[in-house]
């Protein structure tokens, strides 16, 4: 099955460490992002990648950090930096298509809890 | 501000029609309007999209003012399973950036 995966599902971690989310699709996008979701309010962009080795920041993209070394893979890291860090992470892809992006498939997100 | 206004929450009946509207008045003539639902804590999903022309598809249909400042998304007969959050998004940079307001709850009665 086509698809978008992240791990873990849900994740804890003590303040002040570094964290790694895994973000997976074998769609063959080129373009992928990262989203973080607060309770009752939409997605806010933190990352976003449109080619292999390159990406750019989105609003929010302080205390974050993301690497695109492969098509399919696409990690964030929420360092030390990020002062509130516990919230909904949700990773996504879309095709481009004729010089622009349509839909965004997503992943089922991580949620993570810093204690 | 990119963010789009909708109604914080919409109630129907089930099996019928629901009209959600949403108000871009700031939009440009690049930016594509894009509709997704969430569910509680899934992934949200993609509905419909459309830059200028009423849009139809298996899910929904998507109605744009001709002035492009807002645009209304039209379940034709809502069920139980449409129950969600729908966001209203402007689409950016060729539909690369996504900016999310905070979505109409939409809950159906049955």
């Known amino acids: 099955d086509g698809g978008i995966t992240q791990s873990p599902k849900y994740l804890f971690r003590k303040e002040g460490q570094n964290v790694t989310l895994s973000c997976e699709q074998n769609?063959?996008?080129?373009?992928m992002y990262w989203y973080r979701q607060d309770p009752g309010q939409g997605l806010r962009l933190i990352y976003y990648?449109?080619?292999?080795?390159?990406?750019q920041k989105g609003d929010i993209a302080e205390g974050y950090s993301v690497s695109r070394e492969k098509k399919e893979s696409f990690p964030l890291t929420v360092t030390s930096a990020q002062k509130n860090p516990t919230a909904f992470y949700l990773c996504?892809?879309?095709?481009?298509?004729?010089?622009?992006?349509?839909?965004?498939?997503f992943g089922p997100g991580t949620r993570l809890t810093v204690l | 501000d990119a963010k789009t206004t909708q109604p914080n929450s919409m109630e129907s009946n089930e099996e019928e029609p629901v009209h959600l509207p949403c108000n871009h008045s700031?939009?440009?003539?690049?930016?594509?309007i894009h509709w997704y639902r969430q569910l509680p804590s899934q992934g949200p999903e993609y509905v419909i999209h459309?830059?200028?022309s009423n849009v139809n598809n298996r899910m929904a249909s998507l109605a744009i003012a001709e002035d492009r400042k807002s645009s209304t998304l039209i379940l034709h007969r809502a069920t139980l399973r449409d129950a969600a959050v729908y966001y209203c998004?402007?689409?950016?940079?060729?539909?690369?950036?996504?900016?999310f307001g905070a979505g109409t709850i939409l809950r159906v009665k049955s």
């Open positions: 996504a892809s879309s095709e481009r298509r004729g010089g622009s992006y349509n839909e965004q498939f």
């Open positions: 769609l063959n996008h080129d373009a």
């Open positions: 990648s449109q080619i292999v080795n390159d990406f």
């Open positions: 700031t939009i440009s003539g690049t930016d594509y």
């Open positions: 459309g830059l200028t």
């Open positions: 998004i402007r689409s950016m940079e060729y539909g690369n950036k996504l900016v």
